[in-house]
């Protein structure tokens, strides 16, 4: 399925160089932030205290937010779970104050809107516990860094795998540069809307690394630059319906999901956009600035076909 058509190439790779300027500008400003401002993290990652709290009748979250806002604390996460009338509140470590202190001054607080709260737990989420997540945190990407690398080496070049992840990676660091400079909260759905990115990005680059291996093999009169334009044009409509697509959906959710979602979205459309920039146009320019070439992807006896010489098709592989 395809919206349009390009009959000529777009010489994409014309304007590597300036691709790959942008790019680096924004990877080391997102560097920067990070260094200097750092990740705002949430109670997962910091600790602090969890309450349970459940109403005779289904819970308005927004109430119960804004109640709890107005005792000072800061970054508090709000959200049902189970059932309609079981919410779930996070409230961060502060100095002074004790898990059982916070816990009370809320509970005081929600009672006083709706007598039905009633607290079903509480317990304090200390930062060993904190530490220990962003050690896994660390792990998962690492484990998906590592995982992605291997299967483009294998399936492709290990020249490919390399400008995949480092196009790839530069999206990350850019959506943390982006939380870490306006200090939005970082929290685990964030963590995991990251590493969605990360899958998501390969995802379109192994689709523009397909296209150049049958190019390469299809088109034998075509040079490195020309056979990458080819495929970068070539795929244009199905990016379009697909990032589309994707990108309606998480708008959705960052517009009508709420405050639980909003910052997962938030990434999610952060990570989206500069993804299809970097695995388009960022991740195929270091591949061939690596020196891909066609005898890298095409393996075996080359069969000509009885063509017109003049065919750019003469002479595939067969």
Known sequence: MEFFRIKRDIPFMRHALVFNAVSLVTFLAA??????????????????????????QPADVAVVRDTVAKLGFADVQVQN??????????????????SAQQSAQVMTALKAVDASASMRRTEFVGPQVGDELAADGLKALAFVVVGIMIYLAIRFEWKFAVAAIIANLH??????????????EFSLPVLAAVLAVLGYSVNESVVIFDRIRENFRRYRKMNTVEIINNAITSTISRTIITHGSTQMMVLSMLLFGGATLHYFALALTIGILFGIYSSVFVAASIAMWLGIQREDLV????????????????????
């Open 81 to 98: 779970y189970g059932t309609a009338r079981d919410v779930l509140i996070r409230l961060p470590a502060q100095k002074g104050v004790s």
């Open 171 to 184: 999206d990350v660091i850019i959506i943390m540069g982006f939380f870490a400079f306006f200090q939005w």
């Open 299 to 318: 393996k075996g006896t080359v069969v000509k076909k009885d063509t017109d010489p003049n065919d750019p098709n003469a002479g595939a592989t067969v």
């Open 31 to 56: 560097v920067f932030f990070l260094f200097s401002r750092g990740l705002h993290l949430s109670v997962e990652f910091t600790g602090g205290t969890l309450l349970e709290v459940t109403y005779a």
